[in-house]
């Protein structure tokens, strides 16, 4: 079984969190959320999230990805915890899959982890000098290797379905997609991840 950590940190978007972590567990994947801190997150909407437990207890654990929901500050309070980026420098330089969304992109900028990638990012999230050295797209989900970005709370769903194919497969995707009753034309073709 696949396991992932979501690092939740005071500010998160909800609706990107609950996204992630509500249909990779559908897929059946261990999802373990960590909060930086012990006790409740309160998300960028006064949405309060209790993680299954802090940053600290799970640092040494063997992540098959690590999935960074975006909002404000959340994605800010990510980027500057130091134990965020050298996770997910360390799990680069295993070839682990690393995904952010919306505004936490940066948080993988930060770590040098997008210099010659291609991205995409909730607009305006990354200052010119973030930016620098990222081929930005305009699409929803965009896989380069082993790093997986997305645009924000709108394609939180498409994301989500987009790792559980990376994790489980192209069948399980479809599965999880086809009992959420997505009206049609508004399911995403699966995206063939780039080297």
Known sequence: MSLVLVPLAQGTEELEAVTIIDLLRRADIEV??????????????????????????????????????????????????????????????????????????KVLSTAGLLQGKRATCFPGSLNQQEATGIEFRDEAVIVDGAIITSRGPGTAMDFSLQLIQLLQGEETRNKVEQSLQRPKGHTTKPIKASA
């Open 32 to 105: 373990i959320t960590a909060g930086l801190e012990a006790g409740p997150v309160t998300a960028s909407r006064d949405t309060v999230l209790i993680p299954d437990t802090t940053l600290d207890q799970v640092l040494d654990q063997d992540f098959d990805m690590i999935v960074l929901p975006g909002g404000l500050p959340g994605a800010t309070n990510l980027q500057q915890d130091s134990r965020v980026l050298k996770l997910v420098k360390n799990m680069a330089a295993r070839g682990k899959y690393i995904a952010a969304i919306c505004a936490a992109p």
